[in-house]
């Protein structure tokens, strides 16, 4: 099946996120034990999956699940520590939860499965006293963990990142996100104007310590994706914006409506633009196992912008986004390798 026709997953109702958040300790020791049974078969595999793929990821994922039970025991901890979410540190403290975990996951996946992350030039995040807006490519396994560890561990920065709902299945990441006051776009609204609003409420109450991480495109690159959205245009008639598309064929349409209203509504932040390739073309989880141990870095650029050298009217933002989704596109061809093309 293609990943383009697949449904989005809808957000768990606040009851059921509840009970997750109560039971996903006990599924985890369910489902370590679970895997412990299936280790020695998985070794059996060895003459057909000489990589040990399959056993990776499946360690990988538990290690994960792990990391994840660790978030909701500590969120609890401070909750009952702070019951009103008052105490001074509150952000400070939710903050070295998710910078610990993102750094533990991103090690071990390091040793397990090969993925790591280089830096292409270097990389400034903001001036001291502005908030920082990052606009970032979506494409390939983990990108956004990427570079959530990236604001956070390197920049030194608060993630506050606009992220579709259906994350808040993900019990531990979801309580700390929302801790920190991300922004969980709704998959099923009524109305578009209810999605931007989230994103302008966020935006204007950054403070400088802050990083406001948003994905443009809205879902993640695909090559099956890109050739929907070209053949969608191209069935609307739509010219200059199919002629667009054509030409950029690393990137999805960026939606300029989001950005706008962070500007508007946080003028004084330095925006980044980041781009990255390296992984692109693994989408699904039969890929990643195929690709595991995976052989390509994720390699990341950042350009930030001071403020004032960003436009913050809805026109000229359109204008400016749809020139450095350009610059994406080009710094991603230039950049895709032949082994890059699995």
């Known amino acids: 099946m293609r990943i383009s026709s697949l449904p989005s997953l809808p957000a768990p109702p606040l009851w059921l996120r509840m009970v997750v958040q109560a039971i996903i300790p006990f599924v985890g020791v369910v489902m370590s034990l679970v895997f412990l049974l299936l280790v020695p078969f998985l070794l059996l595999l060895w003459p ?3 990589r040990l793929a399959i056993l990776r990821c499946l360690f990988l994922a538990v290690y ?3 990391e994840d039970i660790g978030l909701v025991v500590e969120c609890w901890y401070l909750r009952v520590r702070s019951p009103r979410g008052t105490s001074p540190t ?6 070295a939860l998710i910078q610990r975990a993102l750094r533990n996951v991103l090690f071990t996946a390091r040793r397990v499965v090969g993925f790591h992350i280089e830096i292409e030039g270097e990389l400034t995040v903001g001036r001291p ?12 396994p983990a990108d956004s963990l990427a570079i959530a560890w990236l604001l956070a561990s390197t920049a030194g920065r608060i993630p506050r990142i606009v992220l579709a709902d259906a994350m808040l299945w993900d019990p531990g990441i979801s309580m700390v996100l929302q801790r920190l006051d991300s922004y969980f776009v709704p998959s ?6 209810d999605r931007t609003k989230g994103v302008a409420d966020l935006a204007a109450t950054l403070s400088a310590k802050d990083a406001m991480l948003i994905f ?11 050739e929907d959205q070209v053949r969608d245009l191209r069935a609307r008639g739509e010219a200059d914006r199919l002629a667009a598309a054509v030409a950029r064929p690393w990137v999805l349409e960026a939606r300029s409506r989001g950005v706008a209203s962070i500007r508007q509504h946080a003028p004084d932040a330095d925006v980044m633009v980041i781009a990255h390739t390296g992984l692109d073309m693994i989408s699904g989880p039969a890929a990643v196992i195929r690709n595991v141990p995976f052989r390509n870095r994720l390699l990341i650029r950042g350009r930030t912008y001071r403020s004032e050298d960003v436009p913050t009217d809805t026109g000229e933002v359109a204008e400016w986004l749809d020139a450095r989704w350009g610059e994406v596109n080009h710094w991603v061809d230039g950049r895709i390798s032949g082994r890059e093309h699995l």
Do not use: K, Y
């Open 64 to 66: 994960v699940m792990w």
């Open 188 to 193: 099923r609204s009524g109305a578009g104007d």
């Open 48 to 50: 057909w999956d000489r």
């Open 90 to 95: 509150w952000d400070e403290d939710h903050f």
């Open 216 to 226: 443009p495109e809205g879902r993640n690159w695909t090559r099956d994706r890109h």
């Open 129 to 140: 006293g502005h908030p920082l807006v990052v606009i970032s490519r979506h494409a390939g």
